[in-house]
């Protein structure tokens, strides 16, 4: 069992930066993938970001790549989603998912989910 609670999102202005914390407790923790992905309003749940469970492998969407950093720090148990140059099309719910100890991209991969934190891009 993984719980993950995020937190970090809120209001930015275009070019601008935040960084997403994902907390989890659960002693499996070390040994999954972890991800980020994002829903926008009436859009589907898509893939942001991911690092392995070595924390030496990561891979990103291409309308994030040079702009996010995914990162996870194993003596805090938390992953992190650095987001620069936000743009108002980042705006949307992000959450942070353990992988079901595979390294993938699907959705359907992801074991364990958080509740999600909003992020929104004035222009």
């Known amino acids: 069992q993984v719980q993950l609670v995020e937190s970090g999102g809120g209001l930015v202005q275009a070019g601008g930066s935040l960084r997403l914390s994902c907390a989890a407790s659960g002693r499996t923790f070390r040994t999954r993938a972890m991800g980020w992905f994002r829903q926008a309003p009436e859009k589907e749940r898509e893939f942001v970001a991911r690092i392995s469970a070595s924390g030496t492998v990561t891979n990103y969407a291409d309308s994030v790549k040079g702009r996010f950093t995914i990162s996870r720090d194993y003596a805090k148990d938390t992953v992190y989603l650095q987001m620069n140059s936000l743009k108002p099309e980042d705006t949307a719910v992000y959450y942070c998912?353990?992988?079901?100890?595979?390294?993938?991209?699907?959705?359907?991969?992801?074991?364990?989910w958080g509740q999600g934190t909003q992020v929104t891009v004035s222009s």
């Open positions: 998912a353990a992988s079901d100890g595979t390294y993938s991209r699907d959705p359907q991969r992801y074991e364990y």
